[in-house]
């Protein structure tokens, strides 16, 4: 079935710190792909998203590239602040509405000043 | 415009107990699924309504079921409560909703910040 696996964390970093959070995906179809990002205590937000192959999706300073060749949409920021801090999860969807989702286990970023 | 709102943020039942959480979803939305979040886990698709009908479900048993109303809101309701229900359940609308395997092209969920569920 369709699955999504991303690096385990927690990932600590320092502010201005490079970030990748890998993540690899299987999937039936030809699948859209997502970012999503979990602040404390909050529901989930979309962060960035692509919808097909060579396509980069961006936002608030993350990029994210889909690799059909290499299956792979890994997260990336240049320079990560403090309020970075957040669990972040990478999804897939194969389907031409918008359900189901299908996510990895998450990751979680801590940022130190 | 208002985001998804659910309540109750937080209850704690007794296995064997029902439950019933409740959704109400973006202005302009018609389509409303749910999540379950276990601790440390990805969420995990139990079941979408578009139209007030399901038209989507995941790998959940039968005492998972839900409701959508004409307003759009939904709930969801879990029978016979385990210990393994305790999680965040969350819930996400949306605009359009038909459910098909053609392929790629989604839309944006918003999601709201979810029911905490924890069984004794």
């Known amino acids: 079935g369709d699955s999504v696996t991303q690096m385990e964390g927690p990932v600590t970093l320092s502010e201005e710190a490079f970030l990748t959070i890998n993540c690899t995906y299987t999937a039936t179809g030809y699948p859209s792909l997502f970012w999503y990002v979990q602040y404390p205590g909050e529901g989930l937000q979309l962060l960035l998203k692509?919808?097909?192959?060579?396509d980069k999706g961006s936002n608030k300073g993350f990029e994210a590239t889909y690799r059909k060749e290499t299956t792979s949409f890994h997260l990336e920021k240049g320079s990560v602040q403090v309020s970075d801090s957040a669990v972040y999860f990478c999804a897939l969807s194969v389907s031409s509405g918008n359900t189901p989702l299908v996510f990895g286990k998450g990751t979680r970023l801590s940022v130190i000043a | 415009e208002t985001g998804v709102t659910q309540s109750p943020t937080h209850l704690i039942k007794t296995r064997g107990q029902q439950v019933t959480l409740r959704c109400s979803s973006q202005?302009?939305?018609?389509?409303v699924s749910w999540y379950q979040q276990a601790l440390g886990q990805g969420p995990q698709f139990i079941f979408q309504?578009?139209?007030?009908?399901?038209?989507g479900r995941g790998n959940f048993p039968p005492r998972f079921s839900g409701l959508q109303f004409p307003n759009y809101s939904s709930e969801l309701n879990v029978n016979a409560l385990e210990l393994d229900d305790s999680a965040l359940y969350l819930c996400?609308?949306?605009?359009?909703?038909?459910?098909?395997?053609?392929?790629?092209?989604?839309?944006?969920?918003?999601f709201g910040a979810g029911s905490r569920l924890t069984v004794l």
């Open positions: 202005s302009g939305h018609n389509t």
């Open positions: 996400a609308s949306s605009l359009g909703g038909q459910a098909s395997p053609r392929g790629a092209g989604a839309n944006v969920l918003t």
């Open positions: 692509a919808t097909k192959a060579d």
């Open positions: 309504y578009y139209r007030e009908e399901e038209n």
